[in-house]
T-cell receptor, first 116, second 111 residues
Framework: GAVVSQHPSRVICKSGTSVKIECRSLDFQATTMFWYRQFPKQSLMLMAT?????????EQGVEKDKFLINHASLTLSTLTVTSAHPEDSSFYIC????????????FGPGTRLTVL | RKEVEQDPGPFNVPEGATVAFNCTYSNSASQSFFWYRQDCRKEPKLLMS???SGNEDGRFTAQLNRASQYISLLIRDSKLSDSATYLCVVTRGSNTGKLIFGQGTTLQVKP
């Protein structure tokens, strides 16, 4: 199966700082990448969809100015949580999809963000 | 109403038992259906896709009823290693690629 990496795997930061999370598809070109967030004992919630070279599409209720997404190449998407607050503490997971591989999405290992 | 609904459980079963999970979805335009498995503090991993004709993969059998918008997963001969959270997942509409996850059903298999 395809491999998707995320970096960092874990980050602890102070309130008010910005955190950047990278998502890379290692062995295929991802035409679309998705970002999810998962709070404890809850399901994964889709935050946004990003296509290479175009602006991300955000789900209802997700602040685009707070969660900046950049999909600059077919193998890299970044999510920046700006001015993070404790309520942003969560498990952030990306997935990557290639048009040549149908509906299958390949998930990264996730990034656990803790904002103090 | 949630787009995908599951009984969160937990389901506590002995090794060797057969256990079934159910899921309903609200968007009749959904085209693709999956079961994912998620272990504690890890990313979800695809267990199997679900087709209208039903499909089987070893001890796992998945069924889809489009008319009732209902999906099921049957696990036979449960193993300790099957302990995990099972996520019912559907695509939102057709050709959007967006996956909508259910809350998940927790399974604990005990010796």
């Amino acid at each position: 199966g395809a491999v998707v990496s995320q970096h960092p795997s874990r980050v602890i930061c102070k309130s008010g700082t910005s955190v950047k999370i990278e998502c890379r598809s290692l062995d295929f070109q991802a035409t679309t990448m998705f970002w999810y967030r998962q709070f404890p004992k809850q399901s994964l919630m889709l935050m946004a969809t990003s296509n290479e070279g175009s602006k991300a599409t955000y789900e209802q209720g997700v602040e685009k100015d707070k969660f900046l997404i950049n999909h600059a190449s077919l193998t890299l998407s970044t999510l920046t949580v700006t001015s993070a607050h404790p309520e942003d503490s969560s498990f952030y997971i990306c997935s990557a999809r290639s048009d040549s591989r149908g509906d299958t999405q390949y998930f990264g290992p996730g990034t656990r963000l803790t904002v103090l | 109403r949630k787009e995908v609904e599951q009984d969160p459980g937990p389901f506590n079963v002995p090794e060797g038992a057969t256990v079934a999970f159910n899921c309903t979805y609200s968007n009749s335009a959904s085209q693709s259906f999956f079961w994912y498995r998620q272990d504690c503090r890890k990313e979800p991993k695809l267990l199997m896709s679900v087709y209208s004709s039903g499909n089987e993969d070893g001890r796992f059998t998945a069924q889809l009823n489009r008319a009732s918008q209902y999906i099921s997963l049957l696990i036979r001969d449960s193993k300790l290693s099957d302990s995990a959270t099972y996520l019912c997942v559907v695509t939102r509409g057709s050709n959007t690629g967006k996956l909508i996850f259910g809350q998940g059903t927790t399974l604990q298999v005990k010796p």
